[in-house]
């Protein structure tokens, strides 16, 4: 990991800067030429079509993917190549794809995990209270295998798990799929609390769309590996183009 | 000049019994060397590991008759090999003399004799049939009780032997155990063996084996005296087994204190070049290439058959381990010393002629 | 009273060797729970241990316990060296590839050390550090050598136990052994995680190579091979991946193996051990402790 | 017949081969000793392209592979024995039927053992090639002709080279055949997901024994031509280091390849015997460092063996 | 006619009771979704049907025939098939492969026609190939025939199984969460497909899935499940006004 590398002016308002990222799987280019800025304190969405790259950009940033080329500063740090455990100490967090909890350990030796990295005990006893309170439902089954929890369990698990990292950025991957509409709604308020009471970033990666579009501040449309187009989360959500390939009717 | 001759060594030099291929390899090397001083030809030695491997052995073997076309082949160590080799030799009219595989079925098949076959070593029979005698003459024996490894043709041969000769000389075999060849608890095998007290343990197997196993007996306190072939013999033994085995004794070839020049010669050889005292397989693999050796000398012209001819009128050779003749099926006629185990070494105890 | 004697020293003999499986197969299953690959090199760390004991011991006289921690540490190093050697390269290859890579360097231990240069070829004679002392409790005996075993290996087990369920480090071998990907998520580095668990892995085969040593007086470079075997075997039979999984199929393959000479014939203890592991598997195809995780 | 239009291009390579092989033998640029290694080849990849059936195309685990090519060899053994077989087509039978009965021990067996998965399986087949090595140590209680753990001599050679050409391609196309068609395609749907291959109506078991059976009908009749090649057999050449072996070949020259089993075979073979003949006298005790550092090395050139791919 | 009835299914794991008591009709050439909260044993109830668990108690008739317990491999030859909510795809094979399995496990020939290369060998491939060619062509995967499965993004895997689970010629097509991982579009495009198929191949369909665009468009009755009991049954536009349904499941703001 190299320091500090940019000091100029008005870098350090922004939280993570990609600049140029490229990424392929064999000869499948699944990233192009990504540009993408997270700012502190924001929620930040990825649309985009099955196989567009969503996931991809989100294992790059943590580090399970490497890319070659292109830059990510994350808090005037470039961490792009940097392996993913010490992206995970540096604050970022992620919530991964089919949520991927550890269901033989349980509910309690799974939030001791994402804690890992902590080694202040006040701070890791001060996030564990923060998660119970936060979903009190996983407060009842710390000590269930996690594997037992239902779908929508065990997703407030691992949002618990990523939270008990003491994320500065939490990265979502399709938190809502496979959800019942009325824990999907749940989830998504829980993210808005946390991101509002802890003033953690995020950034949502959602097939759905409509949801994404109507929790974020901004968002990002990802085709084919290549961010097509940005803005204002509103602003997207009324781009007829938009609407016609993601939103449908 | 000399002509040469090429002489092919069949030995494990890899594998589980990789030490007594080096063994022989060293002795073969010795022999070499002093016929390099006196003898008609130039040996040109082509040496092959067998890793004691049926297979490796018998590709060992057409390599050497087929692409290098040796004249005769000394080895290959253990019976398991040197069987598939004999056949090849055989039939490929190459001689062949094993220093160490005492399998009857080496030198004839189906009771058919390989011709161009010897072995300077006692046969399982022969080794197992004077243990017994020994056990029920000298020791006055009743019981016995035996312990062999089942994986290991030479052990179980000697331990078949041993129980039909005690049994018929009126003896009874209370125990009859069997053990495998990587097996070096043998707690369960000894603790059986014990509470039947038997005045005798019969134990053919190599040295390494038979330390470990004597060992174990007096650790769980059994007094019967201990008995065993010609795997016994090397230093190893008392090395490792200790007081253990001290009071043993078994059917070997030579024995040290006889003041043999012949063997001490040897001895003393192997113990500045190669740093330990030789075992009985070295001592049997040195015998074996310097009769081989001896045949080349004695015959007009280097052919097979002529060699085949020389080596099966060989008679009282002395060697390392004893007067050495070929009998008519190619076998070591030798008489069998009987050793004790000393703590300072192996002494002589009787001669028992077959 | 004459045969419940003969039972109870019977019982004593399978412990020993039970223990001694059960201290190998500690180490296996270490290493299968982290990276699903039978280690089978393990076996000969297991006689490096010895042989390094035995240079320690009859070159330089060092106390006991010294020599017990010298070549842990050795152990350990050569653990940590295969590791990242020969096995990190294929870290993202087929486990089984990975395994053919662990049977080649067994098999280059083996033939390598057994070179006249390196070590040797021949059995030798393992320096007791003490005599042999047995105890009679009137219904058995029992010597100072089984004692120490039995000791040591409850000992390590105990250790084992809690540096994988207590600490740190244990949760993150736990959480490794389930999905390497996600573990390093929750930022554990996982090169240490799995260099931890070889050299962990490696110091308790080189604990039971000293106390193989001492137990079974004579060493050999190919003496891993069948002790490898057996004990793997007995870190399935437990339930491979659980650490009180191998120690139990370490006792279970002893016992049987010492019964079976004891009743039957020690022709067919090597037999019997497989219709026992036959049973259990039909019965619990995981292990006797192994867990079945079959969602559909 | 279709058989042979479709195998044409393959028989019509073996035939060359056949042809300049003979030729090599027939002007004497080589010895016996290739043609008895070239042979011995012939059978380890029979015997490894079982196994490429069993573990490499259906997924199924087994380290006792060798316990059923020594069946072949003991039973093909015995009957030429016993028989005094001396007359090649009186041999063929006997071959078949001692590849069949190492089958139809590989069916008895693959009845309990094939519900367990992976390693667990593994050790169970090493369980079973364990017991097949006591029972074959102690054979010689059955039949003294057996010879147990002194080993069974006097075997007829009858394996030439011929024959053995002959059978081995010929169980190739077979092979061959049975790969690329319904059953070849089951067989990889069940060592992908067994589960998803029950919900497409394939009997996952009975498609696991039939792979089974017929790795190991393969192997039984490797073993038998390997009994009546070198005349003599001792069960500690059927043991689990034989086992690997075989894995070694597959694993080396690609799951799930019968181009890769052959040529990986070729090359074990070759390393064997080929350091054998490379070495100098003063260091053939380091054959056997060469070959497994070779094996490390090809595994980490080749992570997925020779013929596959690499994918990620 | 009823394609499948299900009455009574009772399955628990470990004292849980993930179905308790389930029962409900599937008329021929109808669909029935399934929907309920996570943990609810909708997917359980599938795997009931399809033999990959053991029923406890309770009955499932399919045209008539009791085919409780009956072994998974054995039901796609009576004409059930089904996909699964963590995809099951083959994924080593390429797209055609996996097609082609189902085909040729529906019509094969025999071991002695695959090693002798017998006319009917040829014939039943041919056609089998031909077939594949055609479903995959159906769901818009063509080019990708030679993809590795696992290649495909996740939505393409997804219409894959379904193309795989209608090789079989099923009379009746049992889907697990197909919507999962698609965005609103793709779902509509799957909604469509699904009506075509079932058009098509005259099928009945048992869909179980959370997205409502979805299966309320599709289904002709839903069934809504809660701690392995059904709570209602009803046509979607029932369902969707039932005060559990919404308490439980679509919760307040769905109205
Ligand atoms: N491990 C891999 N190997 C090869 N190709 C991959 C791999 N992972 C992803 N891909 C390919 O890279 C592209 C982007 O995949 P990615 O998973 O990032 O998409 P996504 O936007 O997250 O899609 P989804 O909505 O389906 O999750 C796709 O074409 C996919 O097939
Ligand atoms: N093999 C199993 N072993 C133990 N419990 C199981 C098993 N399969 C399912 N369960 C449990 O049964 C219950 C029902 O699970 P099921 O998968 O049927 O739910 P679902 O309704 O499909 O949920 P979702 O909408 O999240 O897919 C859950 O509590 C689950 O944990
Ligand atoms: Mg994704
Ligand atoms: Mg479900």
């Known amino acids: 990991m190299r320091e500090k590398e940019q000091t100029g002016e008005g870098k350090f308002d922004m939280l993570m800067k990609i600049e140029g990222l490229s990424v392929a799987y064999g000869t499948i280019r699944a990233l192009d030429d990504v540009v993408l800025e997270v700012m502190p ?141 009325i824990i999907t709604r749940e989830i998504f308020s829980l993210m808005r609390l946390i991101n509002r009471d802890r003033g953690i970033s995020m950034i949502l990666v959602e097939q759905n769309a409509h949801m994404a579009l109507e929790h974020s501040e901004r968002a990002y449309v990802l085709e084919n590996g290549r961010v097509t187009m940005n803005g204002l989360s509103r602003e997207v959500k009324s781009s007829p183009g938009i609407i016609e390939a993601y939103l449908g009717v | 000049a000399k002509d040469v001759v090429k002489i092919g060594l069949i030995t494990p030099l890899t594998g589980d019994v990789k030490t007594f291929g080096e063994s022989t390899k060293n002795a073969f090397n010795i022999a070499l060397e002093e016929y390099a001083k006196t003898g008609k030809y130039r040996i040109q030695p082509i040496i092959a590991d067998d890793r004691n491997d049926p297979t490796e052995g018998a590709n060992a073997a057409l ?145 390494n084996k038979v330390a470990l196993i004597a060992k174990q007996i007096r650790e769980k306190g059994l007094k019967s005296a201990l008995i065993g072939g010609d795997g016994w013999d090397s230093p190893e033994l008392i090395k490792i087994a200790g007081n253990a085995i001290v009071g043993g004794s078994f059917t070997n070839h030579y024995s040290p204190d006889r003041k043999d020049p012949v063997a001490d010669t040897f001895i003393r050889k192997y113990k500045e070049k190669f740093g330990i005292v030789p075992d009985a397989l070295g001592a049997l693999g040195y015998d074996s290439t310097v009769i081989l050796l001896k045949a080349l000398d004695s015959v007009k012209k280097i052919t097979q058959e002529e060699i085949m001819t020389a080596l099966s009128s060989v008679k009282n050779y002395k060697g390392v381990t004893g007067t050495i003749s070929f009998d008519k099926n190619g076998d070591a006629i030798k008489s069998a010393a009987i050793l004790k185990v000393e703590k300072d070494g192996f002494k002589y105890l009787t001669t028992i002629n077959p | ?283 619990k195809p995981t292990g006797i402790f192994g867990k079945r995780i079959d969602k559909v | 017949m279709n058989f042979f239009w479709e195998a044409r291009k393959v028989i019509l390579l073996s035939v060359l081969i056949y042809l300049s092989v003979k030729a090599i033998f027939f002007f004497g640029y080589v010895s016996q000793y290739i043609e008895q290694i070239t042979l011995y080849a012939l059978i380890v990849i029979l015997a490894s392209l079982g196994l490429n059936v069993i573990y490499g195309y259906t997924g199924q685990f087994s380290l006792g592979h060798a316990a059923f090519y020594g069946i072949g060899a003991y039973v093909s053994a015995y009957l ?62 059955f039949s003294e002709v057996f010879g147990g753990s002194r080993g069974f001599v006097g075997i007829p050679r009858l394996t030439t080279f011929e024959l053995a050409f002959v059978i081995v391609i010929f169980l190739i196309l077979i092979t061959h055949n049975l790969i690329y068609s319904r059953y070849g395609l089951f067989w990889r749907c069940i060592k992908n997901d067994e589960l998803a291959s029950a919900s497409i109506g394939i009997n996952t078991f009975s498609m696991k ?69 490379v070495l100098p006298a003063e260091v053939v005790d380091l054959r056997w460092v060469f070959i497994p550092l070779l094996l490390i090395a090809l595994m980490m050139w080749k992570p997925y063996g020779l013929m596959t791919k690499s994918r990620n | 006619m009823n394609a499948l ?120 491939e041919g056609k089998a190939e031909k077939k594949a060619r055609e479903l995959i062509e159906f769901f818009q995967l063509s080019g990708k025939e030679n993809y590795p499965a696992n290649n495909l993004p996740y939505g393409e895997q997804r219409r894959l199984e379904i193309a795989r689970a209608l090789a079989l010629q099923p009379k009746i097509l049992l889907v697990d969460e197909p919507g999962a991982g698609m965005n609103p579009r793709e779902v509509q495009d799957l909604l469509q497909t699904l009506r075509e198929v079932k058009e098509r191949f005259s099928l009945s369909i048992v869909i179980i899935e959370h997205q409502m665009g979805l299966v309320m468009n599709i289904s002709d009755k839903v069934v809504v499940m809660d701690f392995g009991e059904k709570i209602m049954e009803g046509t979607p536009g029932e369902v969707k006004k039932d005060k559990r349904v919404i308490e439980a499941y679509l919760g307040e703001e769905f109205i």
Request: charged share 15%.
């Open chain 4, 80 to 141: 030429t024995k016993i028989f005094s077989i001396e007359n090649i087509f009186a041999y063929i039978p006997i071959l078949f039927i001692s590849g069949a009965a190492a089958g139809l021990i590989g069916y008895l067996i693959g009845i309990p053992i094939l519900r367990l998965r992976d390693d667990f399986l593994a050790i169970a087949t090493l369980g079973f090639g364990t017991l097949v090595r006591v029972l074959l140590d102690n054979s010689d209680k």
């Open chain 5, 5 to 124: 009835e299900v009455e009574g299914l009772e399955k628990s794991f470990g004292g849980v009771k993930a179905v308790d008591g389930i029962s409900f009709v599937v008329e021929e050439g109808k669909t029935v979704g399934i929907i309920g909260p996570n943990g609810a044993g909708k997917t359980t109830v599938f795997n009931l049907i399809t033999g990959f668990y053991r029923v406890d108690r309770g009955r499932i008739l399919f045209y008539g025939k009791n085919i409780t317990r009956t072994q998974p491999y054995k039901l796609p030859h009576l004409g059930i098939a089904r996909t699964f909510q963590n995809l099951r795809l083959f994924s080593n094979l390429s797209v055609f492969e996996n097609v082609l399995s189902a085909i040729l496990k529906k019509d094969g020939y025999n071991v002695v026609s695959s090693v002798f290369r017998t006319a009917d060998y040829f014939m039943k």
């Open chain 2, 63 to 207: 390599k050497l008759i087929t692409q290098d076309k040796v004249a005769a082949i000394i080895g290959p160590l253990t019976s398991k090999v040197a069987i598939p080799v004999s056949e090849i030799a055989n039939s490929n009219k190459t001689p062949m003399i094993s220093g160490t595989a005492t399998n009857p079925k080496v030198t004839s098949t189906d009771g058919k004799r390989k011709p161009y076959v010897f072995r300077a070593c006692y046969t399982d029979p022969f080794q197992g049939t004077v243990g017994a005698n020994f056990a029920i003459k000298q020791l006055k024996a009743k019981t016995a009780a035996v312990l062999y490894d089942v994986g290991n043709d030479y052990s179980k041969g000697l331990a078949e032997y041993f129980k039909t000769t005690f049994t018929k000389g009126g003896g009874n075999i209370i125990a009859y155990e069997s053990y495998q060849k990587d097996d070096v608890d043998f707690s369960a095998l000894i603790t059986k063996v014990g509470i039947k007290k038997p005045e005798i343990i019969y134990i053919p197997d190599y040295y």
């Open chain 1, 41 to 181: 304190g924001e929620i930040l969405s990825v649309i985009g079509a099955n196989g567009a790259g969503k996931s991809t950009l989100l294992k790059t940033i943590t580090g399970i993917t490497k890319p070659f080329a292109g830059t990510i500063v994350f808090n005037g740090m470039a961490i792009h190549g940097a392996r993913p455990d010490k992206v995970v100490k540096l604050g970022i967090t992620i919530v991964p794809e089919g949520r991927r909890i550890f269901p033989d350990l349980t509910v309690k030796e799974n939030l001791e995990l994402g804690g890992y990295p902590i080694t202040d005990r006040a701070l890791k006893t001060e996030l564990f209270d923060l998660v119970v309170t936060t979903f009190p439902r996983i407060k009842e089954r710390l000590k269930q295998h996690a594997g037992t929890l239902s779908g929508g369990e065990q997703q407030m698990l691992a949002m618990g798990r990523a939270l008990m990292g003491n994320p500065k950025l939490l990265l979502l991957d399709e938190p809502s799929m496979g959800l019942s509409p």
């Open chain 3, 1 to 283: 009273m004459e045969l419940l004697g003969y039972i109870f020293q019977q019982c004593i003999n399978g412990l020993q060797l039970g223990a001694v499986y059960a201290l190998i197969a500690l180490g296996y299953t270490m290493v299968y729970g982290v990276l699903r690959l039978i280690n089978f090199a393990h076996g000969d760390i297991f006689m490096l241990g010895a042989f390094i004991a035995y240079y320690l011991l009859s070159r330089f006289t060092l106390p006991i316990y010294v020599v017990f921690v010298l070549t842990m540490i050795c152990t350990a190093l050569a653990g940590y060296i295969i590791e990242k050697v020969a096995y990190k390269p294929l870290r993202n290859a087929p486990k089984i590839s990975l395994l053919i890579t662990a049977v080649g360097v067994s098999l280059f231990l083996e033939y390598f050390l057994s070179l006249k240069a390196v070590f040797t070829p021949n059995y030798i004679a393992f320096p007791r550090p003490f005599e042999v002392e047995a105890f009679d409790l009137s219904l058995f005996t029992i010597t100072n050598v089984q004692l120490i075993i039995f000791s040591i290996t409850g000992v390590s087990l105990g250790l084992l136990y809690l540096l994988v369920y207590k600490t740190k480090q244990g949760t993150a071998m736990r959480a490794v052994s389930y999905d390497k990907e996600i573990a390093s998520l929750m930022g554990i580095n996982i090169d240490a995680t799995v260099s931890l668990t070889f050299i962990v892995g490696a110091s308790l085969a080189g604990v039971g190579g000293i106390l193989y040593g001492i137990a079974y007086p004579q060493i050999n470079v190919f003496m891993g091979v069948m002790p490898g075997i057996k004990s793997f075997i007995a870190a399935v039979l437990g339930g491979i991946g659980i650490i009180h999984g191998a120690v139990l199929g370490g006792f279970i393959i002893g016992l049987s193996e010492v019964f079976v000479s004891a009743f039957l014939s020690s022709t067919f203890r090597d037999g019997v051990i497989f219709v026992i592991l036959f049973l259990v598997l039909l019965l």
């Open chain 4, 209 to 277: 024994l039939m792979a089974f059976t017929y790795g190991c009908f393969l192997a039984g009749i490797g073993g038998a031509l390997y009994a009546n090649l070198y005349t003599f057999l001792h069960p500690s050449n059927f043991d689990i280091l034989k086992s690997i072996d075989f894995l070694i070949i597959v694993i080396v020259g690609g799951m799930g390849s019968i181009a890769g089993t052959i040529y990986a075979g070729l090359i074990w073979v070759g390393f064997i015997e080929g350091l054998r003949i």
